[in-house]
């Protein structure tokens, strides 16, 4: 084992050479990197460009995807390309911890007492609150779904289902449409019989459910006819009602979650970052941010700048009642702990006839 | 370099010849430095991004420094322990210092990631205790830290540390195979729930086994009326092989999507003529990647069946028809012998590059039709779990050399060689 190691290090010599020739460029300009799309889009010209327009900070972009795998690269590598990235809850305690985003110094951001509680971590500043809802075509249904429990009616709604691939999210549904309360879910998850329960739960629709992986499938295939019913993200839905399709979400047992922004240990322009954000927490922009897209203000006088008619199909107020935040602390620690586990588990299920 | 022949044998070899050997030798000599200076891009490529890549490939999927870089005398401590029972306060004590430093540093993440994967739920339970280290303040330190947390009390969790002390690992490899290794050394099954990948193994070759098998059924037939038909009708037929094979993957895979799709071109055009009465279930299922994999390989199979075919003369199976020969028996003695390098040839390329697929089983078929490609790229972009992701890479790549003398056998006495 020990030659091996030796014999690669030449190689490893001459891979760094090579990574080293491309990073050169090291001194860049300010960098964030967000989820892309429309979406970015949106984002550019709400936050990007007139904060570069007021700061005289040039700024470029990149798209980040999800998962783990970039970070982890900036952890070995020590090749830093983004200063400010949007990350999920789970990305941003897991960074937080092995140390790939600084702590913050909130003296250098908006008073922590204006934001929602949950968007102030020590390490990332929420940026908005999405949710997961189910969703339907209103042109085609027979008759209109009101509770997540009517998702597992197989009887009156025979048709397909729309679900996100993965064991996150599905678990939690699975239990709460088995009357659990949103409260209890993660206590359920946490011993092996409430995993069995969710699977078992969720083997009741299985075998009418196409899964999907990109947000933007799910109201494609309910606007296609492909699915009855499918579970989506919000603003994906009154996207499509922008495109003029007929697509209504039913908000019981919506499961939301909260983005963060947060700065990269070891970024060049940290001090850029810090104003940034800043930038974005503004109650004012974010309420305008709700028009292109339908995620909810993190600041609170931007929940209370909506216009109320998009208010009512923004994750905010009366419509997360019976919802679960999937960004709780003991929802974190969860999947950061069972991810593995239970993707396997999900996958070995999925697979079985 | 030997010198040349005809200098070295008999003749006595004066001072002229002397130097006319030394300078052949000097010329041989230059020869092949050029030749070798010639070839050297080629190998550097190769080593770089070939041989490199897999070679460390082989690397991580054996490298577990983590635990040990983060509590390096925590992990030499339960290292030289048995494991039979519970350590010693030593042990105890030495965890708690290291775990204290490295939560203050932020490094003790990392090490309690490695051991999640030993037991899940291992790393909040050191994160917590890391949160809560303060609290103790001195011996005995047994005591304390399993009143912090009673699990610190029990045997499995130490044994996951003794697993993870590395600096090299088999449990990824292991894992690989759905096999796990118990802390006393000895190999096992893996838990049920988590034996997944041989069946993606199973799956995987399935699936190619029957791409190559509608390849071959669609494919042969195809390359002999490319070669036997005129001229102009085979340059067309050649052009309709060669064009998807010039489009990009991913483009073919989204317009498969595109046709397949329950409002796609095909399924309209069957409810149009009234061959069907609801749209057929095309995609997302295992018909679907069957049809686009199919269609994206062809040419792989097609291409050297028609390069060898191209070859047999029309008049023999003229020949075999004079001497008596009834067609099938004139195809099954005459041609199909002769064609066999070529579909050997073709068969391997179709297959093995079926192994690899991943994008096509990705937006084509369901959960239930993926193959390994997508469980190491799960591993390598979702979780960061690189051990995994390479110990698969390599279950594929194995699977892939273990094909070598397949191909031997099936090319067996025919005059094609492949590399």
Redesign the interface.
């Known amino acids: 084992?020990k030659a091996?190691?030796r014999?690669?290090k030449p190689?490893?010599a001459?891979?760094a050479a090579?990574g080293v020739l491309s990073g050169a460029a090291e001194a860049r300009d300010f960098t964030i990197a967000s989820w892309g799309g429309t979406y970015q889009d949106a984002q550019r010209d709400v936050y990007f460009t007139p904060f570069s327009e007021e700061s005289g900070i040039a700024f470029l972009e990149d798209v980040y995807l999800?998962?783990?795998?970039q970070?982890?690269a900036m952890q070995d590598t020590g090749q830093i390309p983004w200063d400010v990235v949007q990350v999920e809850t789970s990305e941003l305690v897991?960074g937080c911890?092995?140390?790939v985003f600084v702590q913050l110094d909130w003296s250098k951001l908006v008073p922590r007492e204006q934001m929602l509680p949950d968007a102030v971590t020590e390490c990332g500043v929420g940026m908005l609150v999405w949710s997961v809802v189910i969703a339907y075509n209103a042109d085609t249904i027979s008759k209109a779904p009101a509770t997540l429990a009517d998702f597992w009616d197989t009887k009156t709604w025979p048709g397909k289902r729309g679900m996100r691939?993965g064991p996150k999210l599905n678990l939690e549904y699975a239990l709460m449409a088995d009357g659990v309360a949103p409260a209890d879910v993660y206590k359920v998850l946490n011993t092996p019989e409430g995993v069995d329960r969710a699977f078992a739960k969720l083997d009741e629709v299985k075998p009418l459910v196409?899964?999907w992986?990109a947000g933007a499938q799910a109201p494609e295939w309910l606007a296609?006819?492909?699915v009855e019913l499918s579970v989506a993200y919000n603003g994906r839905i009154t996207n499509a009602q922008k495109d003029g399709k007929n697509l209504q979400m039913v908000w019981d047992g919506t499961i939301y979650a909260i983005d963060s922004w947060a700065i990269i240990e070891g970024a060049p322009n940290q001090d850029a970052g810090y104003a940034f954000i800043k930038f974005t927490t503004d109650p004012g922009r974010q309420a305008s941010f709700t028009k292109a897209y339908a995620y909810g203000p993190t600041h609170k006088d931007g929940v209370a700048m909506v216009d109320p008619e998009r208010a009512k199909s923004l994750p905010a107020g009366d419509n997360l009642a019976t919802g679960l935040f999937g960004g709780s602390q003991e929802s974190i620690?969860f999947w950061?702990?069972?991810?593995?586990?239970l993707?396997?588990?999900w996958?070995?299920w999925?697979?079985q006839? | 370099m030997n010198a040349p022949a005809g200098i070295a044998d008999g003749r006595k070899a004066g001072p002229a010849d002397r130097s006319l050997e030394a300078k052949l030798r000097r010329a041989e000599r230059r020869r092949s430095l050029n030749a070798f200076l010639l070839v050297a891009p080629l190998l550097a490529f190769i080593v770089v991004v070939f041989a490199g890549p897999i070679l460390s490939l082989l690397y991580f999927s054996v490298d577990d420094p983590k635990l040990a870089e983060v509590m390096p005398r925590t992990a030499q401590i339960v290292d030289a322990w048995d494991g039979a029972e519970l350590p010693g306060e030593e042990a105890y004590a030495t965890l708690v210092e290291e775990i204290r430093t490295a939560y203050k540093a932020r490094t003790v993440a990392a090490a309690a990631m490695r051991l999640n994967y030993e037991i899940s739920g291992f790393r909040s339970m050191v994160m917590r205790t890391g949160r809560k280290i303060r609290r103790i303040t001195g011996p005995p330190y047994k005591e304390a830290l399993i009143g912090l947390d009673e699990r610190w009390g029990d045997l499995a969790y130490w044994r996951a540390i003794k697993a993870s002390a590395g600096p090299y690992t088999t449990r990824y490899l292991l894992a690989a195979v759905d096999l796990q290794r118990k802390w006393d050394g000895s190999i096992g099954a893996a838990p049920p729930e988590r034996t997944i990948y041989i069946d993606y193994l199973k799956r995987t070759f399935w699936i190619s086994f029957w791409v190559l098998a509608c390849c071959i059924a669609i494919g042969y037939p195809m390359a002999f009326l490319i070669a036997t038909s005129g001229k102009r009708w085979s340059r067309f037929l050649l052009v309709l092989v060669l064009l998807p094979f010039w489009t990009s993957l991913l483009v073919r895979t989204a317009a498969w999507v595109v046709l397949l799709q329950n409002e796609g071109i095909i399924n309209d055009f069957l409810l149009y003529g009234g061959i069907v009465d609801e749209p057929l279930t095309l995609i997302f299922n295992r018909t679907g990647v069957y049809i686009a994999m199919v269609h994206i390989l062809l040419p792989f199979l097609v291409l050297p069946l028609y390069a060898v075919m191209r070859n047999i003369p029309a008049s023999q199976m003229r020949a075999a028809a004079s001497l008596g020969a009834r067609p099938v028996a004139a195809f099954l003695s005459v041609y199909l012998p002769q064609t066999l390098p070529g579909l050997g040839a073709g068969c391997i390329l179709v297959f093995i590059l079926a192994l690899g697929f991943y994008i096509t089983p990705a937006l084509i078929g369901g959960a239930a039709d993926q193959m390994l490609s997508y469980l190491i790229a799960e591993f390598a972009t979702r979780t960061g779990n690189w051990g995994m992701a390479s110990a698969i890479a390599i279950l594929l790549l194995l699977s892939v050399a273990a094909l070598y003398p397949v191909y031997r056998g099936l090319v067996r006495g025919g005059t094609f060689r492949f590399g």
């Open positions: 084992m091996i190691g014999n690669l190689l490893f001459v891979a090579l999800g998962g783990w795998a970070f982890q897991r911890e092995e140390g691939k196409q899964w992986e296609a006819g492909d620690n950061v702990d069972y991810q593995e586990e993707t396997e588990r996958n070995r999925v697979a006839n």
